[in-house]
């Protein structure tokens, strides 16, 4: 079945400093793949989104390039803020019959941004 | 606005009391989903609904029941079966065959149960 992994936490950053946090997915055919954040005690609010290889996804600062090659939707930013500190969740969209539509989540990374 | 909204936002039972959980949405969206969030193991999918009267079991649904007579509602029952019930539960919902099919979530009930 469909699966996505991204990096285990936590990730511990300093105030303008160069965030990655890697994601990988397993799928058959092509998947639109996505970046949530959740900010503590809230839910999920859709960061930014790409539908088809090499499409890139960006929203606040955050870019994620859809690479088929490599499968990876791995998330940056230039120049993190203590406002970024959460826990990000990259998923994989895929139709799984019919016109069933089910995300498949990886399991988070939490981001601790320190000023 | 547009959004779900999700009712309460804490919620406390006793062991072997069934709990309804609340989600409405006025996006005019078709389908909606619940998702079991435990620390560490990121969102578990409960049951979905892609039309009203319609809904499926997703990867964890035994000792949950839910109910789609509305398109704006979809409440979630959390049942005496269930053997772990303590979490944060949250909705969404979505318009199939967008093409992009992304979700869009509630702020979530954290349910206790002692």
């Known amino acids: 079945g469909d699966s996505v992994t991204q990096m285990e936490g936590p990730v511990t950053l300093s105030e303008e400093a160069f965030l990655t946090i890697n994601c990988t997915y397993t799928a058959t055919g092509y998947p639109s793949l996505f970046w949530y954040v959740q900010y503590p005690g809230e839910g999920l609010q859709l960061l930014l989104k790409a539908t088809k290889a090499d499409d890139k996804g960006s929203n606040k600062g955050f870019e994620a390039t859809y690479r088929k090659e490599t499968t990876s939707f791995h998330l940056e930013k230039g120049s993190v803020q203590v406002s970024d500190s959460a826990v990000y969740f990259c998923a994989l969209s895929q139709n799984s019959g019919g016109s069933n539509y089910k995300l498949t989540f990886g399991k988070g990374t939490l981001l601790t941004v320190n000023p | 606005d547009g959004g779900i909204t999700q009712s309460p936002k804490y919620l406390f039972r006793k062991e072997g009391q069934n709990v309804t959980l609340s989600c409405e949405q006025n996006?005019?969206?078709?389908?909606m989903y619940w998702y079991r969030q435990d620390p560490g193991q990121g969102l578990r999918l409960i049951y979905y609904s892609q039309i009203v009267n319609d809904f499926q079991k997703g990867d964890i649904a035994e000792g949950y029941s839910v109910s789609r007579e509305k398109k704006e509602s979809f409440p979630l029952t959390v049942t005496s079966a269930q053997k772990n019930p303590t979490a944060f539960y949250l909705c969404a919902s979505s318009i199939p065959g967008t093409g992009t099919y992304e979700q869009y979530f509630g702020p979530g009930t954290r349910l206790t149960v002692t």
């Open positions: 996006l005019n969206h078709d389908a």
